[in-house]
């Protein structure tokens, strides 16, 4: 008779407290913003929880009524990033009052657009804010982080 041996795993690696935080991240997203010295003043981003991508993606998700499917999922993919990119920017913050009376809109996706009125700029807040809440990472990547670390 043979014995059912079990492998038991660690899962203390996957507790809330063994985990590491996101750490915020600067990127240059335009050379148009300068400090004092003549210097890049760098974007801050930081990534948000999963359940608030999954809010966002909510809140970016209407349903219509298409002929022969019935009805069907329609996400605004653009709003959806630009809410991400909103939400993972800690620097500037596009939500601050102060910004939104500059621009004078209460949409901080708004905000960002007219703050960063070159469309490359805005394209690369876009996807570094994606990078950052790791949509450009492929299983790829990570195997090979896991290699090496």
């Excluded at 996957?14 to 600067?26: D, G, I, N, Q, R």
């Excluded at 004092?36 to 219509?64: Q, W």
């Excluded at 009524?65 to 709003?79: A, E, H, S």
């Amino acid at each position: 008779m043979s014995e059912n041996k079990t492998k038991v795993h660690d899962l203390s690696f996957f507790l809330p407290s063994a985990v590491e935080e996101a750490e915020e991240v600067k990127a240059p997203i335009s050379k148009r913003f300068k400090d004092k010295e003549g210097n890049i003043v760098p974007f801050i981003f930081k990534a948000i929880p999963t359940e608030r991508i999954d809010e966002l993606e909510k809140l970016c998700t209407t349903f219509k009524n298409v002929k022969g499917q019935g009805r069907v999922k329609d996400l605004d993919t653009q709003r959806f990033y630009a809410r991400i990119a909103v939400e993972t920017t800690v620097y500037p913050d596009f939500r601050s009052k102060e910004l939104r009376e500059a621009y004078k809109t209460e949409d901080p996706v708004e905000v960002a657009k007219k703050l960063l009125s070159v469309a490359g700029e805005y394209s690369n807040l876009i996807t570094k804010a994606m990078e950052v809440n790791g949509f450009d990472d492929t299983l790829e990547d990570l195997e090979e982080a896991a290699k090496n670390s």
